[in-house]
């Protein structure tokens, strides 16, 4: 008998983004099989998980602001976090003895993870192992100087260990060709799965609010310290309170000086987090925030008039390049974070109250995944 358990290995290292899409696949991939998922991050507080998703939570590891690995389990050293993930990696293989290994990001990211991943990955490729696949958002990173070379290293990485590439978007909006440019051609089937979106949010009354969102929050101060300065302007001026949903990372002194801002100004609030954010946005008139994957899955479920601020430090363009593509289609504006001005963000909150275009892109990606997988578990392929 094939078997139905799936091993989802997700690591989430500035952000929330990669953990909150991996959460809304797992829910899907719940429906075909018993789904293990390993999880390398913080877990934020309050975060919610399928009952039928089994998480084995790894000593958690991420990045600092100069992008080297910390421990976030201050018993541990990165050191010794590594040693003990590598371990538990290779024992949840073998309890577990899946029919897919489902891995996100890497090889297209995470290469501060091989310590890890590539025994994972060596284990896995026995015969009679699972078939393995990538999980990978829309738009990477490529404005590296040796961009070519490391596309070519990520190729050389896919055809050794992995059976597909699943691509979480929609081909129409973005293809993985535009940005990956190996010097050979990947051989590995790649699949657009269409995006991993919420879903529909229930309707209620939207609030006369500008409802301003950090993600994480770890990287969000310079967005949030924008709009307490613009808040009062903006409510003298339409009437709109401001809201911020700070992110569980923000920094604890940003925090303060936030709920300091928002005590002492009756059109100002803040929380740390919601439970749904895309419900959010959708029952407010504005939303203003980055420019992450699932921020802006929610913006397109939401439909609310938005404003972005694209997170673009060091090479960074990921946010940018979406962020752009969204507004040639009418949905929201982006205003780069270089030339992030208080007048100018006012002026892009004003100019974009009055709607936003409606965009026809396929936002059916958990489902399109979950079906793709089970093919994968019963046949020698994926599915064109």
Same mark, same amino acid.
């Given at each position: 008998?094939?078997?139905?358990? @799936?091993?989802?290995?997700?690591?989430?290292?500035? &952000?929330?983004?990669?953990?909150?899409?991996?959460?809304?696949?797992?829910?899907a991939l719940a429906g075909e099989f018993d789904v293990v998922l390993l999880n390398g991050g913080r877990f934020p507080p309050g975060a919610r998980v399928d009952p039928r998703i089994e998480v084995v939570a790894l000593p958690p590891l991420g990045h600092d602001e100069q992008h080297k690995l910390v421990s976030h389990d201050r018993r541990?050293?990165?050191?010794?976090?590594?040693?003990?993930?590598? %371990?538990?990696?290779?024992?949840?293989?073998?309890?577990?003895?899946?029919?897919?290994?489902?891995?996100?990001?890497?090889?297209?990211?995470?290469?501060?993870?091989?310590?890890?991943?590539?025994?994972?990955?060596?284990?896995?490729?026995?015969?009679?192992?699972?078939?393995? !696949?990538?999980?990978?958002?829309?738009?990477?990173?490529?404005?590296? +100087?040796?961009?070519?070379?490391? %596309?070519?290293?990520?190729? *050389?990485?896919? /055809? /050794?260990?992995?059976?597909?590439?699943?691509?979480?978007? %929609?081909?129409?909006? #973005?293809?993985?060709?535009?940005?990956?440019?190996?010097?050979? =051609?990947?051989? !590995?089937?790649?699949?657009?799965?269409?995006?991993?979106?919420?879903?529909?949010?229930?309707?209620?009354? #939207?609030?006369?609010?500008?409802?301003?969102?950090?993600?994480?929050?770890? !990287? &969000?101060? =310079?967005?949030?310290?924008?709009?307490? +300065?613009?808040?009062? /302007?903006?409510?003298? $001026?339409?009437?709109?309170?401001?809201?911020?949903?700070?992110?569980?990372?923000?920094?604890? =002194?940003?925090?303060? $000086? @936030?709920? *300091?801002?928002?005590?002492?100004? #009756?059109?100002?609030?803040?929380?740390?987090?919601? %439970?749904?954010?895309?419900?959010?946005?959708?029952?407010?008139?504005?939303?203003?925030?980055?420019?992450?994957?699932?921020?802006?899955?929610?913006? @397109?479920?939401?439909?609310? =008039?938005?404003?972005?601020?694209?997170?673009?430090? &060091?090479?960074?363009?990921?946010?940018?390049?979406? #962020?752009?593509?969204?507004?040639?289609?009418?949905?929201?504006?982006?205003?780069?974070?270089? $030339?992030?001005?208080? /007048?100018?963000?006012?002026?892009?909150?004003?100019?974009?109250?009055?709607?936003? +275009?409606?965009?026809?892109?396929?936002?059916?990606?958990?489902?399109?995944?979950?079906?793709?997988?089970?093919?994968?578990?019963?046949?020698?392929?994926?599915?064109?």
């Amino acid at each position: 008998m094939t078997s139905r358990r @799936l091993l989802f290995y997700c690591q989430h290292s500035l &952000g929330l983004g990669h953990l909150a899409r991996s959460l809304r696949l797992a829910e899907a991939l719940a429906g075909e099989f018993d789904v293990v998922l390993l999880n390398g991050g913080r877990f934020p507080p309050g975060a919610r998980v399928d009952p039928r998703i089994e998480v084995v939570a790894l000593p958690p590891l991420g990045h600092d602001e100069q992008h080297k690995l910390v421990s976030h389990d201050r018993r541990l050293t990165v050191d010794q976090a590594k040693q003990l993930r590598r %371990d538990a990696l290779l024992d949840a293989l073998d309890r577990c003895d899946p029919a897919v290994l489902l891995v996100e990001m890497y090889p297209f990211g995470r290469r501060k993870f091989e310590f890890e991943l590539l025994p994972l990955l060596r284990a896995a490729r026995r015969p009679g192992g699972p078939r393995i !696949v990538c999980s990978v958002r829309d738009i990477l990173v490529s404005r590296r +100087e040796d961009q070519a070379a490391y %596309d070519e290293r990520i190729r *050389a990485r896919v /055809e /050794e260990f992995f059976d597909a590439v699943l691509v979480h978007s %929609d081909p129409a909006f #973005a293809r993985l060709s535009e940005s990956f440019a190996p010097m050979n =051609p990947l051989l !590995v089937p790649v699949h657009h799965t269409g995006f991993v979106a919420p879903p529909i949010p229930t309707f209620r009354s #939207a609030e006369r609010r500008l409802l301003v969102s950090a993600g994480g929050g770890m !990287v &969000g101060e =310079p967005l949030v310290r924008a709009a307490v +300065e613009v808040h009062g /302007e903006l409510a003298a $001026r339409t009437g709109l309170t401001t809201t911020v949903v700070a992110g569980p990372f923000l920094p604890e =002194p940003a925090w303060r $000086r @936030l709920a *300091a801002a928002a005590a002492g100004s #009756a059109s100002l609030s803040a929380v740390r987090q919601v %439970d749904d954010l895309c419900a959010e946005i959708a029952a407010s008139t504005l939303s203003l925030s980055q420019c992450g994957y699932n921020t802006a899955m929610d913006l @397109l479920r939401a439909g609310t =008039p938005a404003v972005v601020v694209p997170y673009a430090e &060091g090479d960074e363009d990921e946010q940018t390049r979406r #962020a752009q593509r969204l507004q040639d289609l009418g949905v929201l504006r982006s205003v780069p974070a270089a $030339r992030l001005t208080s /007048e100018l963000l006012l002026a892009a909150l004003l100019g974009v109250a009055s709607g936003r +275009e409606r965009t026809q892109l396929d936002l059916s990606g958990a489902g399109a995944t979950a079906r793709l997988l089970a093919a994968l578990r019963t046949t020698h392929g994926v599915p064109a």
